[in-house]
């Protein structure tokens, strides 16, 4: 059989495909810590589930393909509370920002064209643009200056006449990195000026901590037209099951494309929508300010532990739930094929996120690792105390000094 020469190039997740070697150790008694996945443990807001339980109507029916008018206007007022203002017209619901980043890049992407994304990115970002036959062109950073990209020095010389977009996360998955109010207008500049989409995956909008400004890209009124925001509810509410996400833009003629595929995929699930409409409408200030407390004492948990381990390098994550990490061994793969098939301490082993599929450029990242710190920190503060255990007996069966 013949299959897509698109889908072929793409990879699997670096995130998820070491499930296989999860079930194998846990089917030895073994009970492995997570530091691999973007899923918090803490709990989805009960307006969610009050909103979908009192459903009263006989028939669940189509949504609009736009959303749900509650939805919609949940997420204008949303907007709006943040000093933006959108119109219905503005918003687009979604299958979560994956569905919203697919539909954007179906809309703007020709076979060969280029999208600049600043390197470690979210791996499947990958797929997305791969799938239309476009490629990612990277911009490097070093984690030495904190993995930063919004300079004109590092954006610039990456466009080509084949570059269509910028994507950028911020705050940063997997770097935590959060841009200031001047590196968010150097972006806008740098996109009005080559005619290109600026593509701002602001999913972790609310998780900034020490004195950093919470902000969106649709603050620049004059980018309008280039400015395209991807939202979700999974990481805002932890609620990454519900699957509702969104585009947000005001370039009218993306979001006329955008909705012939809205239009084409039907709608996005009702019930969702209508529970993310209750979170957006009920919570208010204390809850996100309740959020930012506790994932950064997650953070702060996570950092200490670290330090206590020889060799390791990072940067202190200024928001989202992720930080990368420079261990003292000759390859992260490797060492979590150890850990999972080999390593345990008391009946239990640790599994993270490689850094090598953060990375477009082949050879980055072999030594690094994506921790999400989404757990409690007591579990927090075992799995790094793990991972010190594991680097240990890995560079000692190796011979490694």
């Known amino acids: 059989m013949k299959f897509s020469s698109r889908i072929e190039a793409c990879s699997l997740s670096p995130i998820r495909k070491f499930r296989p070697y999860v079930v194998a150790a846990e089917t030895k008694g073994r009970k492995v810590l997570h530091l691999n996945i973007g899923q918090p443990d803490v709990e989805t807001p009960a307006v969610f589930f009050d909103a979908v339980s009192t459903f009263r109507e006989k028939v669940l029916e189509y949504a609009p393909s736009a959303g749900v008018e509650s939805f919609v206007e949940a997420v204008r007022e949303y907007y709006e509370r943040l000093g933006i203002s959108l119109t219905d017209d503005d918003i687009l619901a979604t299958y979560g920002g ?19 994304v600043p390197e470690p990115y979210y791996p499947n970002y990958d797929t997305f643009v791969k799938v239309t036959g476009a490629v990612i062109k990277p911009v ?5 200056k904190g993995y930063r990209f919004a300079a004109r020095e590092q954006i610039e010389p990456c466009i080509t006449e084949r570059t ?22 150097t972006m806008a500049e740098i996109a009005m000026e080559h005619d290109l989409f600026l593509i701002s995956d602001e999913v972790y909008r609310e998780l900034v ?10 603050e620049f009124e004059d980018a309008a ?3 395209v925001v991807v939202d979700s509810v999974s990481k805002r509410f932890s609620a990454t099951g519900s699957r509702v996400g969104a585009i947000v833009s ?5 979001m006329g ?20 409409a209750a979170m957006y409408r009920s919570l208010s200030e204390s809850y996100y300010a309740g959020i930012r407390a506790e994932y950064r004492r997650r953070r702060d948990t996570v950092v200490e532990g670290l330090r206590k381990i020889p060799g390791v390098q990072f940067r202190i994550p200024e928001g989202a739930f992720y930080l990368m990490v420079t261990l003292p061994v000759d390859d992260a793969e490797k060492l979590q094929y150890f850990l999972l098939e080999e390593f345990e301490d ?14 477009a450029t082949p050879g980055k990242g072999r030594n690094e690792i994506r921790i999400a710190y989404v757990t409690n920190p007591e579990e927090l503060r075992r799995a790094v105390e793990l991972l010190g255990l594991g680097i240990a007996a890995y560079n000692a069966k190796r011979g490694a000094v």
């Open 225 to 227: 037209e280039h400015v």
């Open 140 to 144: 490097p950073t070093d984690p030495e």
């Open 257 to 276: 494309h955008a909705m012939k595929i809205c239009q084409g995929r039907l709608c996005a699930a009702t019930l969702d929508q209508m529970g993310a």
């Open 98 to 116: 994956s569905e919203a980043l697919q539909i954007i890049f179906s809309c703007i992407l020709e076979e060969g064209d280029e999208v600049l």
């Open 164 to 185: 269509r977009a910028i994507l950028m996360t911020n705050p940063g998955n997997p770097t935590g990195v959060v841009l200031s109010r001047e590196e968010m207008r």
């Open 209 to 218: 901590y020490d004195g950093q400004r919470m902000s969106s890209m649709l």
């Open 250 to 254: 005001r370039n009218q003629e993306l």
């Open 346 to 359: 008391h009946g239990q082993t640790v599994m993270y996120a490689p850094g090598e599929g953060f990375y």
